[in-house]
């Protein structure tokens, strides 16, 4: 079983959950405004990794070549990126976009238990729940499109950005 992906993304999202969990729990201590803060900068984070993933999946490794070819900055590992595309995908998309689900799903009860301690908390832990899970499939969807349409430039951005913290061989 040497290289299993599914044993890696299992564990890669077991340690995810309790770090971001620990976080939540943490941030629940805080006021509302900063934990609407957290919410959303929880489902933009979810957005931003679901356009990473999707462009991985859709990016045209030839132009990554031709970069590579010029000695450009981050074309090596674009075409990395490119070439392990259901791997960064699955990265991006599953274990990053449904731990940032699972998160702010999490905070918005907290937020509700704050906000509303004295009425009736099923029906706005429903109301916002709702509002969050929309916010998040809507921002995905449209994030698709964009990362479709720019799907090259979004990996070569991805992969200039990564090689600020590894360098190009």
Same mark, same amino acid.
């Given at each position: 079983?040497?290289?299993?992906?599914?044993?890696?993304?299992?564990?890669?999202?077991? %340690?995810?959950?309790?770090?971001?969990?620990?976080?939540?729990?943490?941030?629940?201590?805080?006021?509302?405004?900063?934990? %609407?803060?957290?919410?959303?900068?929880?489902?933009?984070?979810? %957005? %931003?990794?679901?356009?990473?993933?999707?462009?991985?999946?859709?990016?045209?490794?030839?132009?990554?070549?031709?970069?590579?070819?010029?000695?450009?900055?981050?074309?090596?590992?674009?075409?990395?990126?490119?070439?392990?595309?259901?791997?960064?995908?699955?990265?991006?998309?599953?274990?990053?976009?449904?731990?940032?689900?699972?998160?702010?799903?999490?905070?918005?009860?907290?937020?509700?238990?704050?906000?509303?301690?004295?009425?009736?908390?099923?029906?706005?832990?429903?109301?916002?729940?709702?509002?969050?899970?929309?916010?998040?499939?809507?921002?995905?969807?449209?994030?698709?499109?964009?990362?479709?349409?720019?799907?090259?430039?979004?990996?070569?951005?991805?992969?200039?950005?990564?090689?600020?913290?590894?360098?190009?061989?």
């Amino acid at each position: 079983m040497k290289n299993n992906w599914t044993l890696k993304v299992f564990f890669l999202t077991l %340690i995810l959950a309790i770090i971001f969990s620990l976080v939540a729990n943490y941030l629940g201590t805080f006021n509302n405004i900063i934990l %609407i803060i957290c919410i959303i900068t929880i489902i933009l984070i979810g %957005i %931003i990794f679901d356009i990473i993933g999707t462009a991985a999946l859709s990016c045209d490794v030839k132009e990554f070549h031709s970069r590579a070819s010029q000695k450009m900055k981050g074309a090596k590992k674009a075409i990395d990126i490119a070439k392990n595309a259901s791997t960064v995908s699955s990265f991006c998309n599953d274990v990053v976009g449904d731990v940032c689900g699972i998160i702010s799903g999490s905070l918005i009860t907290v937020l509700v238990v704050n906000l509303f301690i004295n009425s009736d908390l099923s029906f706005w832990n429903v109301l916002f729940a709702s509002l969050t899970s929309a916010f998040t499939v809507g921002g995905k969807a449209l994030g698709k499109k964009i990362a479709i349409k720019n799907a090259n430039s979004i990996i070569y951005t991805v992969s200039k950005i990564l090689t600020i913290f590894k360098k190009e061989k």
